[in-house]
């Protein structure tokens, strides 16, 4: 739960709270809702402020708000927070609030300013998420906000993220040594697992449908695979026939694929196949499939060449996260900074 705890911080810091905003209310457009923020309040007996920081009140709404935002981000990966981390997890975000107030302080402080044209650019980015305008201020009224709430917030947002790069980011690079000393270090993370590329043809039924509905999707699908066996083009006939209407679209092309990708009946037909043989009818939770093998490729560990430059930046956001935990214990050692307990 620590590690969940702690991912927080970097989408509430790093102005990814304004990221977390747009989730959120994204989701709530999407006809869901939202939670209400006083009955939180309630259930949580939340007092009226949380915290102070050099004078500076967050409120209990500003808490609620991001505890609900996050139960979100939980919910989306299926997992919940059990009551025993409940104080565990009050703790984190009060935390994260406090460091976001700290940032914004030393935002003023240092003179970081955010010009129109900035805060316009991004507000467009933000409302381009959303289906159209209407949807957008729907979304924004139903959480209570106005248009300057969401302004004010998304220009603090702008303002920590220059903050961070003039501070830390640009102090930061990663050596060619430290590279290839990860890369040597950590063999197993850079093996790729045998990959295929198939295509197929897809009839589609319900695992519970009728005898009567199965028998006429297997009388077609059998149909297919006959034409395919008598030479037709496989990629025309899933063009014209198949159910995948993703796939079908590209003539069933799947692209590559590893093994634990496809459902296991379908994966062990694929993985059988030659190049350029045609599997025999496969049934699975979907239907049935016709699959063409069209390359495979053996398992590799891949050439630094090829991660280099994602190695590079992965090695690089690693040490700006250190430096940032540096960089906000400095800022609030500093502060005077009033944790309020419930």
Do not use: W
Not at 213 to 241: H, Q, S, W
Not at 316 to 335: I, P
């Amino acid at each position: 739960m620590n590690k969940i705890a702690k991912s927080f911080l970097a989408v509430l810091v790093i102005g990814g709270f304004m990221l977390s905003y747009q989730d959120s209310h994204a989701e709530s457009g999407k006809g869901k809702g939202s939670p209400d923020v006083k009955t939180a309040e309630k259930s949580e007996k939340v007092p009226d402020v949380v915290a102070t920081i050099n004078g500076v009140k967050i409120s209990g709404v500003e808490f609620s708000k991001g505890l609900q935002s996050y139960k979100k981000r939980l919910a989306m990966m299926g997992q919940e927070v059990p009551p025993e981390h409940t104080k565990e997890i009050n703790k984190t975000i009060i935390d994260d609030l406090v460091s976001r107030e700290l940032l914004i302080q030393n935002c003023n402080k240092t003179g970081i300013k955010v010009s129109d044209d900035e805060l316009n650019k991004e507000m467009t980015s933000i409302k381009s998420r959303f289906q159209n305008e209407e949807q957008f201020n729907q979304v924004i009224k139903s959480q209570n906000l106005t248009m300057d709430d969401v302004k004010s917030d998304v220009k603090k947002a702008l303002a920590i993220k220059k903050l961070m790069k003039n501070d830390i980011e640009d102090k930061v690079s990663v050596d060619e040594k430290a590279v290839n000393e990860y890369y040597k270090s950590n063999p197993t993370k850079f093996v790729e697992g045998e990959s295929v590329k198939a295509s197929h043809i897809l009839v589609m039924v319900d695992k519970n449908a009728t005898k009567d509905a199965k028998e006429t999707a297997k009388k077609k699908i059998d149909g297919l695979l006959i034409r395919v066996r008598k030479g037709e083009d496989f990629a025309k006939l899933a063009k014209e026939n198949s159910d995948d209407k993703g796939s079908g679209q590209n003539g069933g092309d799947l692209g590559f694929f590893s093994k634990g990708m496809m459902v296991p009946n379908f994966e062990k037909a694929a993985f059988s196949l030659k190049k350029d043989e045609v599997s025999n009818v496969v049934e699975t939770e979907f239907g049935y499939h016709v699959i063409k093998l069209i390359d495979k490729k053996p398992e590799r560990t891949i050439p630094l060449s090829e991660v280099h430059d994602r190695l590079k930046n992965f090695l690089k956001s690693m040490e700006v996260n250190k430096k940032l935990s540096e960089y906000l214990a400095d800022l609030r050692k500093k502060a005077d900074v009033k944790v309020m307990e419930f």
